[in-house]
């Protein structure tokens, strides 16, 4: 499955934050946009959400920018 996801990065705390209303997913991050931190730490974040291994989730689209497609394996 492909899920758009808006990343809000250098948060207080990680999490998923809700909705918008097109239904992309609001994810918060800790982690800082540099070197790929914030990627990493939102991949783990939904893998925990989905309950899937951390390499069954991996980001297709937007590496450098706030809204992602997130491919998320079985």
């Given at each position: 499955m492909t899920v758009r996801?808006?990343?809000i990065p250098?948060?207080?705390s990680s999490g998923i934050a809700?909705?918008?209303a097109d239904g992309t997913l609001r994810v918060?991050?800790?982690a800082a946009p540099e070197k790929g931190k914030a990627n990493e730490e939102l991949c783990?974040?939904?893998a925990e959400h989905y309950g899937?291994?951390?390499n069954a989730v991996s980001v297709v689209s937007g590496h450098?920018?706030?809204l992602?497609?997130?491919r998320v394996l079985p």
């Open positions: 996801v808006k990343v250098r948060s207080a809700g909705e918008l918060k991050v800790a783990r974040i939904l899937v291994a951390r450098t920018a706030s992602k497609l997130v």
